[in-house]
T-cell receptor
Framework: RKEVEQDPGPFNVPEGATVAFNCTYS??????FFWYRQDCRKEPKLLMS???SGNEDGRFTAQLNRASQYISLLIRDSKLSDSATYLC???????????FGAGTTVTVRA | DVKVTQSSRYLVKRTGEKVFLECVQD?????MFWYRQDPGLGLRLIYF???????EKGDIPEGYSVSREKKERFSLILESASTNQTSMYLC?????????????????FGPGTRLTVL
């Protein structure tokens, strides 16, 4: 079983729509959680950390559900520029290692 | 501005060749990482280094080695390239949080090297 699993998508949504997707992780000892964004043919970049209480950054909302071992990302009022692959990242803590999901592709159309 | 650079964007090598991939960061980061990214598999950690001359195996170190002689430079070496090493290779760096050594620091990635082994 993969450590981090994501629905690959693609999620095709119109501008202005809300899109949400999840990521599940297998290790219950996981401590830190992140969403990275990767544009086509570009390197991954940190989008946001995911906190236990949930957190929001503009149009992006991240949630953590430890009991069911998943994190989620919700994008409101989608923009064309939100088209990208979103990578779920999980760490065990003090071991330098990040475990990446394979990514969820979102395409926002005009 | 944060900067991680990789020596080549595209490389084509032949089976059996020795391949060097170079990564340089200008942020004075202690930690550096090499990943490969393949469709459907995500990023997989090959090796990482948390200090000069220090290295640790990641999840898929077989067929690779690394070198870190200077803090800013981390090299990935394919001793004898094989076709199953055709992939996108990404270098990243990070700095330990002030509270201690942790992997939760933001990793900054280079643009990647797309390696094709024929």
């Amino acid at each position: 079983r993969k450590e981090v699993e994501q629905d690959p998508g693609p999620f095709n949504v119109p501008e202005g729509a809300t899109v949400a997707f999840n990521c599940t992780y297998s290790n219950s000892a996981s401590q830190s959680f992140f969403w990275y964004r990767q544009d086509c043919r570009k390197e991954p970049k940190l989008l946001m950390s995911v906190y236990s209480s949930g957190n929001e950054d503009g149009r992006f909302t991240a949630q953590l559900n430890r009991a069911s071992q998943y994190i989620s990302l919700l994008i409101r009022d989608s923009k064309l520029s939100d088209s990208a692959t979103y990578l779920c990242v999980v760490t065990l803590g003090n071991d330098y290692k990040l475990s990446f999901g394979a990514g969820t592709t979102v395409t926002v159309r005009a | 501005d944060v900067k991680v650079t990789q020596s080549s964007r595209y490389l084509v090598k032949r089976t059996g060749e020795k391949v060097f991939l170079e990564c340089v960061q200008d942020m004075d980061h202690e930690n550096m990482f090499w990943y490969r990214q393949d469709p459907g598999l995500g990023l997989r950690l090959i090796y990482f280094s948390y200090d000069v001359k220090m290295k640790e195996k990641g999840d898929i170190p077989e067929g690779y080695s690394v070198s870190r002689e200077k803090k800013e430079r981390f090299s990935l070496i394919l001793e004898s390239a094989s076709t199953n090493q055709t992939s996108m290779y990404l270098c990243a760096s990070s700095s330990p949080a002030a509270s201690g050594y942790t992997s939760t620091d933001t990793q900054y990635f280079g643009p990647g090297t797309r390696l094709t082994v024929l």
